[in-house]
């Protein structure tokens, strides 16, 4: 009986390497093209945020130094530490500007890297506007796809008066920034289970813009 087992055991093929190799994981073909996909729609996002840089900063170091107002405020403010976190409008720390001077602190530290000029002074509120457009972008495809982000990012570059103040060295590009970042923090606070940390965040950018432009970053408190 023995032998007879054997003899069945050495009739039986041999399963060779070929035969027992698993046929191609459909799953990672999927998670290719997934990640393909995903890299296109950053296309839109990459073209909608250097049209508006592009349209924020273009020849910026051509022009003079915006509002002259908040510009000396930004040379008084690189002198000394006193008068960079006071905010001081004068050389001498003594008066300080019409608003919270986190805008003033950006422009500060912009001089203090490159240098007291136009570019230096401008170029963070260009960054800030194009920083928004970007972050809209992200927010509205989260909930409406691709397409919508790309109209509403497009939308928001091209709106006049958003191209007029993204080029001057005011509070408003910083402002909106805050906003739009408080905005998206709320949605996904609402979205997540725990949402308790990024509802803190949204308060923390809402501050951030009160400490920009004061009261006025209450207006979309309801909405909020």
């Known amino acids: 009986m023995l032998f007879r087992s054997a003899r069945v055991a050495k009739g039986v093929p041999r399963m060779t390497a070929e035969a027992t190799t698993p046929f191609p994981d459909a799953s990672s073909g999927s998670a290719r093209t ?41 040379r008084s403010m690189t002198l000394s530490a006193r008068n960079f976190f006071f905010g001081a409008f004068d050389p001498g720390g003594m ?28 170029l963070p509120s260009a960054i800030a506007g194009a920083a928004t457009v970007a972050l809209l972008w992200i927010l509205v495809r989260r909930r409406f796809g691709p397409f919508a982000a790309t109209i509403a990012g497009v939308t928001l570059a091209l709106t006049p008066i958003t191209v007029a103040v993204d080029r001057l060295n005011l509070p408003e ?17 609402l979205e997540e289970p725990r949402g308790l940390r990024w509802m803190a965040l949204a308060g923390v950018l809402v501050g951030v813009a009160f400490n920009t432009k004061m009261l006025a970053a209450w207006i979309p408190g309801p909405a909020l």
């Open 173 to 189: 590009p910083f402002f909106i920034l805050a906003l739009v970042g408080a905005a998206g923090a709320v949605l996904r606070g």
């Open 34 to 74: 997934a990640a393909l996909a995903s890299r296109l729609d950053r296309v839109p996002l990459l073209a909608v945020t250097l049209l508006a840089f592009a349209l924020d900063a273009w020849r910026l170091h051509e022009g003079d130094l915006g509002n002259t107002y908040y510009a000396a405020a930004v």
């Open 95 to 122: 008066i300080t500007v019409d608003k919270p001077p986190v805008f003033l602190w950006v422009g500060a530290l912009s001089a203090r890297l490159f240098g007291y000029s136009s570019w230096s002074l401008l």
